[in-house]
């Protein structure tokens, strides 16, 4: 069974940077997009990014330019690197493709 397990987040100030990595089991990058999802309190989950099998990317508008997804097929591993992070992107972050749900990991930007 296809998992993914997620690491990094945590707390930084506005403006800060942080990366969030999903390592994923089998061939799984080679063949199937890849996005990342946050939820906030009381928010419906909400596409951040997503990567394709081929590398195309797409941003929602809240973050574009300030995040950047990347995968290394090589290491079965997708990045969410988030760079000046403001306070409404707190929340809880998650990796998932065709189904499958990382175990979520905090991002917390004080102001």
């Known amino acids: 069974q296809v998992q993914l397990v997620q690491s990094g987040g945590g707390l930084v100030q506005s403006g800060g940077s942080l990366r969030l990595s999903c390592a994923a089991s089998?061939?799984?990058?080679?063949?199937?997009?890849m996005g990342w999802y946050r939820q906030a309190p009381g928010k419906p989950r909400e596409l951040v990014a997503r990567?394709?099998?081929?590398?195309?990317?797409f941003y929602a508008d809240s973050v574009k330019g300030r995040f950047t997804i990347s995968k290394d097929t090589a290491q079965n591993t997708v990045y969410l690197q988030m760079n000046s992070l403001k306070p409404e992107d707190t929340a809880t972050y998650y990796c998932?493709?065709?189904?499958?749900w990382g175990q979520g990991t905090q991002v917390t930007v004080s102001s």
């Open positions: 990567i394709s099998s081929g590398g195309s990317t």
């Open positions: 089998g061939t799984f990058f080679s063949i199937y997009d």
């Open positions: 998932s493709s065709e189904g499958t």
